[in-house]
């Protein structure tokens, strides 16, 4: 693993590109922007209250991923209502634990490639779709899988590949950060700062495929003698079996575990200022219910919504007993 480098311009400018047309919700979880406004409306309501358990909100995940099939017809809920800004608006669906919970697991299934213009031209845009947690003394962190992310092996300096990858971030900094079972240089470590928070970041090739589950896994690694405790990022591809660690992160004994909110994000890669609605990029994606590896803990209650500014009303939920569908760039 090469040593990671500071550079005079951030990985979050390709990682979180969106952000420079989103992002702007407020949330307890490493928020952006600390003065924006938490969107609840358009949603149509959280999906943990019909989750069809007998439970206003509360269900255990038993076995099996709980997903649709891909593609599998629902009910969508209603289009975003528009905003003043072109673009495409942002889905969230936010979580809410019992209690603090030792780790956190989840499926996710994205469910349409993102074409671009040509076979050879650079894309137009991407998509981040991400959970966002935190831990009890507000370190922050995110895990997700990106398309068109932008990839660098040596961040700043080194060319830029748009491609698939997969990304772990953590702020505080932690104290410390390696690879797992992929090797540089198809994925690499670095620091960088985002929303005023320090963070160690790692980035690797990962090629996904559309209509695979992917089970995602946060959760201690080991711990060293002085108590401090490494988090490690899995992903595992369970139709082929295959579970690929993707890397761990030192934080301090007093970190304490994983806090009682969390949440899934679809963020749009915006390359450039979108000029009208005219949205190429239709993105669908289904998130399971995350759980927990405390066998005593319930699922957690899930809302859904569209995040602050409101945009072009392109976005939309389909709920299913264990599982959210986001779609973002739908066409008219």
């Known amino acids: 693993m090469r040593p990671a480098r500071r ?55 038993s076995g099996g991923s709980g997903l649709p099939s891909c593609l599998e017809q629902g009910t969508p809920g209603p289009l975003n209502t528009a905003g003043q800004l ?57 895990l997700g899988i990106q398309a068109e992310g932008g990839y660098q092996e040596e961040p700043p300096a080194s060319p830029i590949e748009f491609t698939k990858i997969a990304v772990f971030w953590i702020s505080g900094p932690p104290l410390a950060a390696e690879l797992g079972d992929i090797a540089y240089p198809d994925a690499r470590v670095a620091p960088d700062t985002a929303g005023g928070s320090s963070y160690l970041t790692i980035h690797a090739r990962f090629d996904w495929q559309v209509c695979r589950i992917y089970s995602f896994r946060v959760a201690p690694h080991s711990t060293e003698e002085d ?44 390359f450039g200022e979108p000029t009208s609605c005219d949205i190429p990029a239709h993105a669908s994606a289904v998130f399971g219910r995350p759980r927990t590896g405390d066998a005593n803990a319930e699922a957690p209650v899930g809302t859904n919504r569209f995040s602050e500014p409101p945009r072009c009303s392109s976005s939309r939920f389909t709920k299913f007993d264990s599982a959210v569908r986001h779609e973002l760039g739908v066409p008219p």
């Open 227 to 270: 108590g401090s405790t490494w988090y490690g990022a899995w992903i595992t591809d369970t139709a082929a079996g295959v579970e690929t660690l993707l890397g761990r992160m030192l934080l301090p004994a007093d970190t304490g575990p994983l806090a009682s909110s969390s949440v899934f994000r679809t963020v749009p890669i915006v």
């Open 86 to 142: 072109f673009g495409i608006t942002e889905t969230a669906t936010d979580w809410l634990w019992p209690a603090p919970v030792p780790s956190m697991q989840w499926e996710l299934m994205v469910e349409r490639e993102i074409e671009r213009d040509s076979a050879t031209g650079p894309p137009r845009g991407g998509y981040y779709w991400a959970h966002q947690f935190s831990f009890v003394d507000d370190t922050d962190g995110w």
């Open 7 to 61: 550079g005079p311009w951030g990985v979050h400018a390709i990682a979180f590109a969106a952000c420079l047309g989103g992002c702007r919700d407020k949330v307890s979880l490493g928020a952006w922007e600390e003065d924006a406004p938490l969107s609840t409306g358009g949603s149509g309501g959280g999906f943990g209250d019909d989750a069809g358990t007998g439970q206003a909100g509360v269900q255990t995940n």
